[in-house]
């Protein structure tokens, strides 16, 4: 790489760095990737801070005060008074007029929903529950697991036997995750594995996309102003387009390294504990992360030189987020095997290759082969890429008008 090269990555970084959307990225990312990892859990944890009333229709007539002493037993405000609350809604004349009474109560509010226990329910275990708002797990989990319990206590006393003995030797049980390596083994959970691969692909996703829409847009904005025949003036297509994705790289760089400082500084001001397990491979995922990054500048290079407006450069970027977010897709599968056929070939697939093989590493070390060879594949294949992008970009950066064809592009990288 010469001087010119050098000079133009200084410029674009230059440029760049003092642009309010970079300063505002280092502040606002961090911020997003918080928002999207805390506030779900605590909203999906936060404790209620009044009793919710719940109807109940019993046929049985030996459901509703079980059920409504076990729960005042179990769940409790911060303040003492129970969670739920029952409301028993009679049946006075027929089952249809406890149900128009119950739907009246449900549509004006003065219950979350209501639970209906058939005469049938010991035997055939079948609980109706109706309301509004059918996607409040927490109250579904916490009824269903009180009614389960009580409706086996009930069977177990018809069959002579003592629930209590059974309801000791049925305890829960409490399952500790413990990762074993070669060097260690500490206890981890399920989050902490997919929420650390999460976190560092969005990272990933989020600086290729930045950097590959500002590369994208800057060579819009240099045809449409004629600032690049200027610039070709002083340097080659070669140099220019090197020095390109060379300040962006820097950039993104900066970016990351002043994350993980702020983040080291949380984490040692505030005392929180992290597991050591989940950054073992840290130095792997580096290595992914650089190789994604570049093999991604290149093909942002080599898509985005011969648009000529802005609406084709988003067009562009947004079709290949696509691909990246794609191992994100698939993560629950990655996560109950990542060793299967599938999950293998796909990782040699280098457009998800980084993100893919980022989330691997977290879940479960792939074996030595696959490591070198996939990153031997993702070296080879930006090699390759960029190779093509040069070709690309040295017709398409002075070429105006309407997008070049297919053919057009086959034959620009034929030429010599």
């Known amino acids: 790489m010469n001087t010119k090269a050098i000079k133009v990555a200084w410029w674009e970084f230059s440029e760049k760095v003092k642009s309010k959307a970079f300063i505002l990225s280092l502040i606002i990312m961090p911020i997003i990737i918080i928002l999207l990892g805390a506030v779900p859990t605590f909203l999906a944890t936060r404790e209620d801070t009044q009793p919710i009333i719940v109807g109940i229709i019993d046929e049985t007539n030996k459901m509703y005060l079980d059920l409504s002493g076990r729960l005042e037993q179990k769940y409790k405000l911060s303040n003492g008074l129970p969670n739920y609350i029952l409301r028993k809604i009679e049946i006075r004349n027929d089952l249809a007029t406890a149900?128009?009474?119950?739907?009246?109560?449900?549509?004006?509010?003065?219950?979350?929903?209501?639970?209906?226990?058939?005469?049938?329910?010991?035997?055939?275990?079948?609980?109706?529950?109706?309301?509004?708002?059918?996607?409040?797990?927490?109250?579904?989990e916490r009824f269903s697991r009180t009614i389960e319990e009580l409706i086996v206590e009930r069977r177990l006393a018809k069959e002579g036997l003592d629930p209590s003995l059974i309801g000791r030797l049925t305890a829960g049980i409490n399952v500790v995750s413990i990762k074993v390596t070669e060097e260690r083994e500490e206890e981890t959970g399920f989050l902490d594995v997919f929420f650390t691969g999460y976190i560092l692909i969005m990272i990933l996703v989020y600086l290729i996309l930045t950097s590959g829409q500002m590369l994208v847009r800057s060579m819009v904005e240099e045809k449409s102003n004629r600032l690049v025949e200027v610039l070709l003036s002083s340097c080659s297509a070669k140099d220019l387009m090197a020095g390109k994705i060379l300040g962006l790289s820097a950039l993104a760089v900066l970016q990351v390294t002043i994350w993980g400082l702020v983040s080291l500084a949380v984490i040692s001001k505030v005392g929180f504990g992290f597991n050591v397990l989940l950054f073992e491979?840290?130095?792997?995922?580096?290595?992914?992360?650089?190789?994604?990054?570049?093999?991604?500048?290149?093909?942002?290079?080599?898509?985005?030189?011969?648009?000529?407006?802005?609406?084709?450069?988003?067009?562009?970027?947004?079709?290949?987020?696509?691909?990246?977010?794609?191992?994100?897709?698939?993560?629950?599968?990655?996560?109950?095997?990542?060793?299967?056929?599938?999950?293998?070939?796909?990782?040699?697939?280098?457009?998800?290759?980084?993100?893919?093989?980022?989330?691997r590493l977290n879940i479960q070390l792939p074996q030595t082969w696959e490591i070198i060879g996939t990153i031997g594949v993702l070296f080879v294949s930006f090699l390759y890429t960029i190779w093509l992008a040069g070709k690309i970009f040295r017709v398409a950066i002075l070429s105006y008008g309407k997008r070049p064809s297919l053919a057009e592009l086959v034959r620009w990288i034929r030429e010599e």
């Open 99 to 140: 149900f128009s009474e119950a739907n009246d109560l449900l549509r004006a509010g003065e219950i979350e929903g209501y639970f209906y226990f058939s005469s049938s329910v010991f035997d055939s275990g079948k609980v109706e529950y109706r309301a509004r708002n059918v996607g409040n797990i927490k109250i579904q």
């Open 281 to 359: 491979n840290l130095l792997l995922s580096v290595v992914y992360f650089i190789l994604g990054y570049l093999f991604y500048a290149a093909i942002f290079v080599a898509a985005g030189s011969p648009v000529t407006t802005e609406h084709e450069a988003q067009q562009i970027t947004s079709y290949l987020s696509l691909l990246l977010i794609f191992p994100l897709v698939i993560s629950l599968v990655i996560m109950q095997n990542p060793n299967s056929t599938l999950i293998k070939i796909l990782s040699f697939i280098p457009l998800i290759t980084p993100t893919l093989m980022v989330l």
